[in-house]
């Protein structure tokens, strides 16, 4: 039985948001295997994710309506220990934004924005800030069936501040 089904939101970091749209039987170096076709909404792009390596592409389901307040909670409240240095720092904060786990990126960017309004943040930090908040716009934007402007006008609500 696959862990996915046609109809499912799911996310591959780094392509982002798509929808199972089913499982295709494809013959890779003389060998049949199944996998699951992600098409991504908007595009004509599709990515095709062997059925027994899923975890290992990082092929998670895409966050739930229920779990939308958490990650804004997050975006406000979340804090991370980063390093000091800056080369150690963007190493963590790269790793993280790969991972595509959304909780701790809406950690991450609760704790870059907390230190942009603390005391600005040098230009990498800022831009690490601005891929984690797309990212979460990008999924909560599919999750909630809105608009990408209307994701980023949860966040300011939720953050009580602009993000621009």
């Not at 309506?65 to 804090?79: F, S, T």
């Amino acid at each position: 039985m696959s862990e996915y089904r046609p109809g499912d939101k799911v996310v591959l970091p780094p392509y982002g948001v798509g929808v199972v749209a089913g499982i295709a039987q494809r013959s890779v170096a003389g060998s049949d295997r199944a996998y699951y076709q992600v098409d991504f909404p908007g595009t004509r792009s599709k990515a095709f994710v062997p059925v027994e390596a899923s975890q290992t592409t990082r092929l998670r389901r895409a966050l739930s309506d229920e779990q939308v307040p958490e990650i804004l909670g997050l975006l406000k409240e979340g804090r991370l220990p980063l390093p000091r240095q800056w080369a150690a720092r963007h190493r963590k904060t790269t790793e993280i934004l790969a991972e595509g786990d959304p909780f701790r990126i809406a950690t991450l960017a609760g704790q870059l924005r907390a230190w942009e309004v603390e005391k600005g943040l040098p230009d990498l930090d800022r831009q690490a800030l601005r891929r984690a908040m797309h990212l979460l716009a990008e999924e909560i934007s599919q999750v909630k069936g809105v608009s990408l402007d209307e994701a980023r006008a949860l966040f300011e609500e939720a953050v009580g501040e602009s993000l621009n």
